[in-house]
């Protein structure tokens, strides 16, 4: 008889139900991008509270002509100095969080830092 167990295996499980290596790493490298992405948000957050700030300093804040612009180009800067490396602050929250994803049996004993 025909053996159908691997039908109702996801594909990213090995056959004993561990997680597959390219699981793995996949998660890895989404886990990557979405510290890079976090830290681009909190960066343009922070830089848009303080050209608020600044503008409030001489008094109300006045009506911005090109306030939507200026906030794309906070948000793009943000995003382009986090995928060039940023400060350092996504690499810390990867670093914490990347201890909880289940190593597979192929990587154990072998150092997966990714860069």
């Known amino acids: 008889m025909a053996d159908f167990s691997a039908i109702n ?22 886990l990557e991008e979405t510290c890079k992405q976090f830290e681009g948000q909190m960066f343009a957050k922070l830089w848009k509270d303080m050209l608020k700030s600044a503008r409030n300093i001489g008094g109300e804040e006045k009506k911005r002509e090109y306030g939507a612009l200026e906030d794309t180009v906070v948000e793009m800067v943000s995003e382009h100095l986090s995928e060039s490396g940023g400060v350092g602050v996504w690499k810390v929250l990867y670093d914490s969080l990347h201890k909880q994803i289940p190593q597979p049996v192929e990587y154990k004993g072998t150092d997966s830092a990714a860069s």
Do not use: C
């Not at 295996?9 to 989404?30: C, H, I, T, V, W």
């Open 9 to 30: 295996r996801p594909n990213f499980l090995n056959p004993d139900g561990s997680m597959s290596l390219k699981e793995y790493q996949r998660k890895e490298r989404a």
